[in-house]
């Protein structure tokens, strides 16, 4: 496959990862965070289990040691992100969730930096600077009275509290994985299988008797397009890219899913856009790309970002 076709299906990956946003705001006007946590993952099993056996057939099953990590990795990376995740878009908008969770490689960037001696140039440091008073901007929308009185959508918080979630499972997953010998795709897909059982008492806990005969076929199939499209297909051409083009040039077509997403947005959700939220946009992006520009990084997080699944 040449670079020209990987270019294009990973802008069509970015289109498929905002797509969740869209989706997930529908239907979590249908569905509980949990519930959502639990059929998402539980409709891509399937897929992504034939998958590893059919590329991976000596890691079937994990061995021994390899439980406690995926285990902590499921608990941390796929239950706790989406699942925060879910309950932003119950208090905030698509456009802001967006563009709060393109900070994951930001986040990241920090934690390596604080935990694992990371080395900060000073490209990565204004790009932190830059995504951080962009989200900022996202947040309080240009209105600085909120800060004077501490009065945050609870969404935007819930959201940056997923982000630091990922950006967790993103560090210990390439630590996991290279001591316990875990490939990418056989720690996809065990964490959607840990995801599915820790959520399923939860998923009981939400009473679905009192939501599941009144769903609609447009909220199962906001749930079907999040696990096909945005975890499994999504995922595999990921997959693809990095083994093609590698992880820094990969990384890059994330920057794009703020933008989609705002385009969504408008166009399905009906969501208005404010200049100060397309200034924060624009911010954001740019903080992103000087942060995870490849001359900008460094072998410990290329290797973060080959293990991780997506931002949606």
Known sequence: ????????????????????????????????????????????????????????????????????????????????????????????????SSLIGAMNPIVTTFLAVLF?????????????????????????????QLISQMRFNKGDIVMLVAVCC???????????????????????????????IISFPFFLWEKPSAYLASTSASGWLSILYMSIFASVLGYLIQMVAIQQIGAPRTAIFVNLVPIFTIIQSVTILGESVTLFKLIGAAIVISGVYLTTRPEAKSKYTESSKSSSKSIA
């Not at 990922?166 to 720690?187: H, Q």
């Open 1 to 96: 496959m040449s670079d020209k076709k990987v270019h294009l299906l990973m802008v069509l990956t970015s289109i498929f990862w905002s797509g969740a946003f869209i989706t997930g705001k529908i239907a979590v006007g249908e569905f509980p965070p949990f519930a959502l946590t639990f059929f998402r993952f539980l409709f891509a099993l399937p897929f992504i289990f034939a998958i590893l056996y059919l590329r991976e057939p000596g890691n079937r099953i994990p061995r021994g040691k390899q439980w406690l990590p995926l285990l902590l990795l499921g608990f941390i990376g796929t239950f706790c992100y989406h699942s925060l995740f879910f309950t932003s878009l119950k208090y905030t908008s698509a456009i802001n």
């Open 116 to 144: 694992f001696a990371e080395r900060l140039t000073p490209s990565r440091l204004l790009g932190l600077i830059l995504s951080f008073l962009g989200v900022f901007l996202v947040i309080t929308n240009g209105d600085l």
């Open 166 to 196: 990922f950006a967790v499972y993103s560090l210990l997953s390439r630590r996991f994985m290279k001591r316990y010998n875990l490939s990418p795709l056989m720690v996809t897909a065990y964490t959607f299988l840990i995801c599915v």
